[in-house]
Every structure is written in structure tokens, then in C-alpha cells.
């Protein structure tokens, strides 16, 4: 079985820091790629930044420049570094992984319980 663990969030004032981990442990043959996203209340959930085993990189226009994404393939852990925090970044944030389970096969729908980041303006 497959678990994923998010840490990191917090409350932070406007232009402050947080990073975030995301732990991937269980029965993983192998990561091709993992991805932060994140819902805010009343609002669909939305992609932030994406990276896939190699370190290839995407960002939500709305982060890029402020928040860095990165893995650990050895430890299994992906890192959000977010930075010049805004009130409009407050929301739940969810990793979810593209991985190879070493009994059930390739699959997207792994996800974490999220962890809450909130900032005051």
C-alpha cells in the first residue's frame, strides 16, 4: 500500500516563507512524477507545480518565480519552496503521485491528506 504525507503548512503573513514535504512511502517500485495542487474553499482544485523523476518542471503562471518544486528519489520526497507568500495562495495543499506499485501497477490516483497554508495579509 501506498501512503503520501504532506508537512510543512502553516500560518505565515503576506511575503513570508513556507516549505512543504511530501513523503512517498509503501510498496513504490518507482516515481515518474509527483505534483503539488491545491483548493481553496469554494474553489476547484488547481494544479501548482508538477516534476517528474528526471527534474523536469512545470508551475501554475500564478507561482512562478515565487514557489520551486523538488525531489528526493532516493528518500522518495518532493519539497515545495514558496516564497513571497500571498493571501491569494491560503488553501489546502495536496501532493498526488504518478508511480509504479510494486503489487498493483502503474497509477495516478495516489494522493496525500493535504496540509493547510494560510496567510494574513
Known amino acids: 500500500q501506498v501512503q503520501l504525507v504532506e508537512s510543512g503548512g502553516g500560518l505565515v503573513q503576506a511575503g513570508g516563507s513556507l516549505r512543504l514535504s511530501c513523503a512517498a512511502s509503501g510498496s513504490i517500485f518507482s516515481i515518474n512524477a509527483m505534483y503539488w495542487y491545491r483548493q481553496a474553499p469554494g474553489k476547484q482544485r488547481e494544479l501548482v507545480a508538477g516534476?517528474?523523476?528526471?527534474?523536469?518542471?512545470n508551475y501554475a503562471d500564478s507561482v512562478k518565480g515565487r514557489f520551486t518544486i523538488s525531489i528526493d528519489n532516493v528518500n522518495d520526497t518532493m519539497y515545495l519552496q514558496m516564497n513571497s507568500l500571498k493571501p491569494e495562495d491560503t488553501a489546502v495543499y495536496l501532493c498526488n503521485a504518478d508511480l509504479l506499485d510494486r503489487v498493483l501497477g502503474w497509477g495516478t490516483d495516489y494522493w496525500g491528506q493535504g496540509t493547510q497554508v494560510t496567510v494574513s495579509s
Open positions: 516534476i517528474t523523476s528526471g527534474g523536469s518542471t
